[in-house]
Structures are given as C-alpha cells and as structure tokens.
C-alpha cells in the first residue's frame, strides 16, 4: 500500500523558513516523480513544485521560486520542501504527491498545515 | 498560465440522479485534464486520467469526456458517498493548474 507520512508543519513568522518532509513507503520511491501541492483554507487545490525520480529536473510556479525548494533523498525514500522568506499567503494545507511522468498526482499524503503569521 | 473554469461551482442534486461537471480551458490542450475528487477534510484522490481514462479502484460510475477545450466529468447515478469537491488539472504545459472546483451537494 503507498503511503505518504508529510510533517514538519506548523506556525512561523513571516519571513522565516520551515521544512516539510514526506516519508514514502509501499512503492520503489527512486522510480517516480514527486510533488508538492497546496490548499490555502476554504481555497482550491496550487501545484507549488515538482521534482523528478532521481532529482535532477525541478519545476516551480513563479510565487516560489528562489524561496522554495524542493529535493529527494532517494536512500531514505524521503522527499522534502525548504521553504525560505515565508509570506502570510503561504499558509496552507501541504500535500505530498507522487506524480506520474511530471503530469498528474496519484497519490496523496494526508497534508500538513503551515500557518505563516506574526 | 492556463486557466481551468469549472461550472456550476455547486450542483445540488438527489442521491440517484446523473450529474455531468465541466471544465473549460482558457487554450486547446488536447485531453490533458485529469479529475480529482476531494471529500471533506480528507486529501483529493484522481479520479480520471487524460480526460477518458479510468483508474484501478475508482467506481465503473465515474467517467471522463472531452478534448480540446471543454471536458466533462459525469457520475451515473450519485452515491451518497459522492457528494464532494470535484476539481480538474492540466497537464499540458507548467505551470500545472486547477480549476476552481465544483461541490457536489445533497438536494
């Protein structure tokens, strides 16, 4: 069964940074794909970054790139987004994702919120 | 950016009836689209893949339609446990986009 574990949410002050990671299991995680996907509350579903199966291809919208970043340790079937110079309209509910040929997302994690405020 | 516009944003129906969501893109983009369903407080789970094609484990009620610019998802016979957000996504070109969604009500 695949799963994805996501943690290391939770409150920080703009301006600040915070690192989600997303623990994969039930799946050879060196084979796909994977994803961040967000939801602001009461809010629609925001592709945030995308990273390919061995890591060397990485894909951002606009609104975070040179902030975010997203990587993979494959050894540890780990996936992970550090998130620098926060701003208030990053709050949102984060999902881990695994994405099929950097096109669509079969798989979710449960979400971890991250609340950026004062 | 592509923009994906889904109509009705609410639809209202009763448990048994078939329903048809839309999703219209702001370009052609071929039967890139696929539909996730998002029930409350609980993480979306694809539905469709490229507009028509099923997927392993999703209800036979389920099904996908449309090229171009104008996809439809249709549900035969709502289920109670259907009544949920629906939203598109598009695959065609980054940055990947979702429409606004649609919630699927009990009348």
């Known amino acids: 069964e695949v799963q994805l574990v996501e943690s290391g949410g939770g409150l920080v002050q703009p301006g600040r940074s915070m690192k989600l990671s997303c623990a994969a299991s039930?799946?050879?995680?060196?084979?796909?794909?994977m994803a961040w996907v967000r939801q602001a509350p009461t809010k629609g579903l925001e592709w945030v970054a995308t990273?390919?199966?061995?890591?060397?291809?990485?894909y951002y919208r606009d609104s975070v790139k040179g902030r975010f970043t997203i990587s993979r340790d494959n050894a540890k079937s780990t996936l992970y987004l550090q998130m620098n110079s926060l701003r208030s309209e990053d709050t949102a509910t984060y999902y881990c994702?695994?994405?099929?040929?950097?096109?669509?997302?079969?798989?979710w994690g449960q979400g971890v919120m991250v609340t950026v405020s004062s | 950016d592509i923009v994906l516009t889904q109509s009705p944003a609410t639809l209202s129906v009763t448990p048994g009836e078939s329903v048809s969501l839309s999703c219209r893109a702001s370009?052609?983009?071929?039967?890139?689209i696929h539909w996730y369903q998002q029930k409350s407080n609980e993480s979306p789970r694809l539905l469709i893949k490229y507009a028509s094609q099923s997927i392993s484990g999703i209800p036979s009620r389920f099904s996908g339609s449309g090229s171009g610019t104008d996809f439809t998802l249709s549900i035969n016979r709502v289920e109670s446990e259907d009544f949920s957000v629906y939203y598109c996504q598009q695959s065609y070109s980054l940055p990947l986009t979702f429409g606004s969604g649609t919630k699927l009500e009990i009348k």
């Open positions: 990273i390919s199966y061995d890591g060397s291809s990485t």
């Open positions: 039930g799946f050879t995680f060196s084979n796909y794909g």
């Open positions: 994702t695994r994405v099929i040929t950097t096109r669509y997302f079969d798989y």
């Open positions: 370009q052609g983009i071929s039967t890139s």
